[in-house]
């Protein structure tokens, strides 16, 4: 698909939107009739995905967020130097790891911090709905919580992404701090640095 067209102009597949209007409906009895601030990538599957949720429009507040928007993997149209730097990726770390004209999962966690942030002020506002929900994809997603619970790279490696439609929630408990709701699949366990021994304990 990538060489014919690019990834911000994709839309659902029809599984895509039987998905979307699955997880619409556990949304939607999850909020009840609480309002809702929504943040959205501005990547057409995302702007779909929000679509397909059907959340009462007299509910919810909606904020096109560019910063939460896909991994820009720069450009893929010759299908042999995106298997070779998929390859280069995945023996350099997905972290670190920059692809040609595109970015690297550290410039993505810079720019959900800088959006993380910009929430935190946001959570000042006296009229701030109860709820926010992020429509976003899996990288961020997986970066967005690196960040709020400050893992380290080598945590955030270990794990996978949440399959289409997925959804994690950050619950706020009695103690005052938040937890995520169901732990992200890990494919390996985190390779810790001997380095960190003796300054993290």
């Known amino acids: 698909m990538y060489e014919r067209e690019p990834d911000h102009a994709l839309a659902l597949t029809e ?7 699955e997880t619409g409906k556990r949304l939607r ?5 609480e309002r809702v601030s929504v943040y959205v ?34 450009n893929w149209q010759d299908r042999e130097d995106v298997r070779l730097q998929k390859a280069y990726r ?27 942030e910009s929430l935190f002020r946001s959570f000042e506002a006296p009229d701030h709905p109860p709820n926010v929900l992020l429509v976003t994809h899996g990288l961020a997603m997986r970066l967005f919580c690196m960040r709020w619970f400050h ?17 994690r929630m950050l619950v706020l408990g009695e ?11 890990r494919w ?14």
């Open 15 to 21: 599984r895509g939107w039987q998905q979307a209007e």
């Open 29 to 33: 009895e999850l909020f009840g009739r």
């Open 41 to 74: 990538s501005p990547y057409r599957r995302t702007l779909q995905t929000l679509h397909a949720f059907r959340l009462d429009p007299e509910l919810i507040r909606v904020r096109e967020e560019p910063r939460l928007r896909e991994q820009d993997w720069g």
């Open 90 to 116: 995945d023996a350099y770390g997905h972290f670190f790891y920059r692809f040609a004209q595109g970015e690297s999962g550290a410039d993505v966690y810079d720019r959900v911090g800088n959006f993380l």
């Open 151 to 167: 893992w380290t790279v080598a945590e955030f490696e270990s794990l996978s992404n949440p399959g289409n439609a997925e959804i």
């Open 175 to 185: 103690n005052g701090k938040y937890t995520l709701d169901k732990p992200f699949e």
């Open 188 to 201: 390996r366990e985190p390779v810790r640095d001997q380095w960190m021994d003796g300054i993290t304990g």
